[in-house]
């Protein structure tokens, strides 16, 4: 398939530092080893794990070193960040989960009304395993940018409305092993048994078993995009829309893409203003209008040259130069000047945060795995 072969060819990613037998990667900083150490110890002393993954990449954004740990543990996933994710792969991947008989929720770590149904299941859980142990502990883990922090606050703030007399500094002094006195900090959620979700999460080594994974892991943001470069990144995600045929479908838009509330509520990391001519002003009509045209011109364009291409995407020489003509009209219609010196890295940049803020529409970049093929 010419995805897979513009991946190894075009996008070789020597500076990441693959090993042959995959998954070791040289590039982490040794703080996140040591960090995972910690995790463990965390882990052993939880009654349940919330693994928080990306919605986009739900297998992706797992991490494989830590699945037998994981997976001993009472665990739920919860595949974050549904608001950027197509619905209907989402609900397939949900029933994925299901049949694989591993509770899983998708949320979006913003809503609160979201993390209450997380936080139901968590108790649903629990209670019906551990109705006399007084306390419980439970940790949230995952791999970077995945919305752990989000999640924490959410949960803290409804921590507070349920036990509006729990103080912001108080440590839940839980001992839940014998002999082992433990200054862990928790939010209480729940009372008969007491809950508590832990304040810190675990922060999970991505792992990089190969190099299509990795480039997922950059687009999503739990790489950073120096390790990979925007410019990879940017072509890995305009060859996966060419081989799907995604440009195709971007014919019949109308200019205006409906902003429901919710995602009026959602802040972005990669922030929509990057997207703006520098000015003072803060946003306002004409500033949503400037990046509704922004999307709609980039939608037209790739629409175009994939549907004036004659080539194959299939075949990786016709992949990558619709992909190099594609780079030329993104410039335009991202109003790049002509002579930037820098053109291409804007053009990646400006590209992979229409992408990242959900502007090119909804995306799950996992492909569902057959029955029975394990999670
Ligand atoms: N669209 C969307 N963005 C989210 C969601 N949860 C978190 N984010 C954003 O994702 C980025 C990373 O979140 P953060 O909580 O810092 O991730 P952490 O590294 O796992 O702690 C931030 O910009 C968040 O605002 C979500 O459910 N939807
Ligand atoms: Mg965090």
């Not at 070789?12 to 090993?19: H, S």
């Not at 509520?265 to 703006?276: A, C, S, T």
Request: with cysteine; proline share 6%.
């Amino acid at each position: 398939m010419g995805l897979k072969r513009i991946i190894k060819k075009g996008l070789g990613l020597g500076e990441m530092g693959f090993t042959k037998g995959g998954g070791n990667i040289n590039w982490f900083p040794g703080h996140m080893a040591a960090a995972t150490r910690a995790i463990k110890h965390r882990l052993k002393i939880s009654d349940l794990v919330i693994e928080v993954r990306d919605s986009r990449i739900p297998l992706s954004s797992a991490h494989p070193g830590l699945q037998p740990q994981l997976s001993a543990k009472r665990r739920v996933i919860a595949l974050n960040k549904k608001d950027l994710a197509n619905p209907n792969i989402l609900n397939k991947w949900v029933r994925h989960f299901d049949s694989c008989k591993q509770d899983c929720i998708a949320i979006n770590a913003h809503s609160r009304s979201s993390v209450q149904k997380l936080l139901e299941l968590v108790e649903l859980k629990l209670k019906e395993v551990i109705s006399r142990e007084p306390t419980l502990l439970v940790m949230v883990v995952g791999v970077p940018n995945v919305g752990k922090s989000a999640l924490i606050n959410s949960i803290h703030q409804i921590a507070l409305s349920r036990f509006p007399v729990q103080e912001k500094t108080k440590r839940a002094s839980v001992g839940p092993l014998p002999g082992v006195t433990q200054d862990i900090a928790g939010f209480k959620i729940a009372h008969r048994p007491s809950i508590y979700v832990l304040d810190t999460p675990g922060v999970l080594v991505p792992s990089i078993p190969d190099i299509e994974t990795g480039l997922k892991l950059a687009l999503s943001g739990s790489i950073k995009d120096s390790v990979v470069g925007e410019e990879r990144i940017a072509q890995y995600l305009l060859a996966v829309l060419n081989t799907r045929g995604t440009p195709l479908h971007w014919r019949h838009l109308n200019n205006r893409t409906e902003v429901s509330q919710s995602e009026t509520e959602i802040k972005h990391e990669y922030n929509l203003k990057d997207l703006r001519p520098k000015r003072r002003k803060p946003p306002n009509a004409s500033d949503v209008t400037y990046i509704e045209d922004l999307v709609t011109g980039v939608q037209r364009a790739l629409h175009v040259s994939l549907s004036e291409f004659d080539g194959n995407v299939e075949d990786e020489n016709d992949l990558e130069s619709v992909i190099e003509q594609q780079f030329e009209v993104l410039q335009r219609a991202l109003k790049i000047p002509h002579k930037a010196s820098e053109a291409r890295l804007m053009v990646s940049k400006k590209f992979l945060t229409l992408f990242r803020t959900g502007k090119l529409g909804p995306f799950i970049l996992d492909d569902v795995p057959d029955a029975n093929s394990g999670f």
